[in-house]
């Protein structure tokens, strides 16, 4: 910001305050109403609250806690059951364990940390992102400073999807003890990263040549994504969720929900959620994922990108001449497809529950090329010619493997 106030970029300044700012606000207005940190009549925390430090509270709290625990004898509020894994190939016995008060706070914590990691990611790091990287290719130079903030925010964003990611895991497999594999953040980090890097570099390159157009793509997107959520939910006919905050009206419910959803919106933008709003649901989330509309995503989105990278090629400006824009183009491409490679890998190979899926990445893909294969062969070559093997029969391979579980839990229990 000093660097943008010695040459006099007021836009590029007063930008860069703004998308620090409001993510902030943000941040602290979800400890302030939806963790309750002023529920407790702590006039000193509402004074951190408003110099914007709020975390800086949360994480002294939880070390203290963390600190302290063990060291006397508690009672347990609630106790967890869980059922292990065994190697990923079976399931393994239920068991239970006793959650004291400390183990409760700790948690709490953690849940406020991930929901700031998530709205600094995408409220905050992308459109600061966005905006470094325009005004790089603008003055056609890359300043120090200006270079290590797109570098942390990009770490930002990523570590927002990874959590976004982990969530919907613990979610959707919620009775299992769900642990992940460094294998398994390698390749997460490797599929988001790609992702997120060519959304934004697109996006970018996009604006230098149609700088209104870009704000039309922007709006539509954050409209779709916004509105598909209440969609879903009319066509349902449900009811608002009731006991989302207590303290809450009709009309804070409905600040709250819409507040969720444009979240939502902006992390759809940028790349895919993996969690799914249910806004009849008490916890806003479904806990059934969908494969069909992850499909969806990822065949528009890089459709879209490569309609907008196209576009970017013949309308771009003459500061491209110097630059080999053809192999461009095309590595934009290859980095899109490579992170829907790795998002393959990562669910056929390092998901953690991977074998309870009731089919993978490899049976869609065998069924989807038989099925096309079966269209393709004319009607007299049934008739006449040699009997083809059937594709796989999902539906029993379903029973059977749904029977497998429940026999097996049965034994555990």
Known sequence: MLTYHKSEDVVWMGLTITFILVPSVLTQLTLTFVHRDLGRDRPLVLFVHLLQMGPIIRCIEAL??????GKNEEPYVTISRK??????RGLGP??????????????????????TAVIQAFLGSTPQLTLQLYATIQEKYVLPTRLALMIISMISIIYGALVCSVLAIQIKYDDY????????????ILWRGLEIATRITTLVLFSTALTFWVVLVGLINLFIFFFQPWVEFWARKASLPENIEKNFS??????????????YACI??????AVQLDLADHDLVEKQPRWRSLAI???LRFMENVTLIVLWYFFKSDFYEYICTPLLVVQLIVCYSLAVIFMLIFHQFCHPCRKLFYYNVEDCLRCACCGKKKQAQPPEDHAHGP?????????NQLIDRETNIVGDIMEAA
């Open 387 to 395: 009997q083809e093997h059937a594709p796989p029969d999902l539906t």
């Open 297 to 299: 995503y990822y065949t």
């Open 177 to 188: 003890k769900v642990r992940m594999k460094p294998t398994a953040y390698l390749c997460m």
């Open 268 to 273: 759809n933008i940028s790349c895919w959620s």
């Open 94 to 115: 239920a068991f239970e364990c006793e959650i004291g008060h400390s183990e409760r706070k700790l948690a709490v914590h953690r849940n406020a940390f991930k929901r």
């Open 250 to 263: 009709k009309l804070g419910t409905t600040v709250v929900l819409c507040m969720v959803t444009f979240l």
């Open 83 to 88: 059922i292990k894994l065994k190697h990923g």
């Open 64 to 69: 203290v806690v963390y600190c302290q625990a």
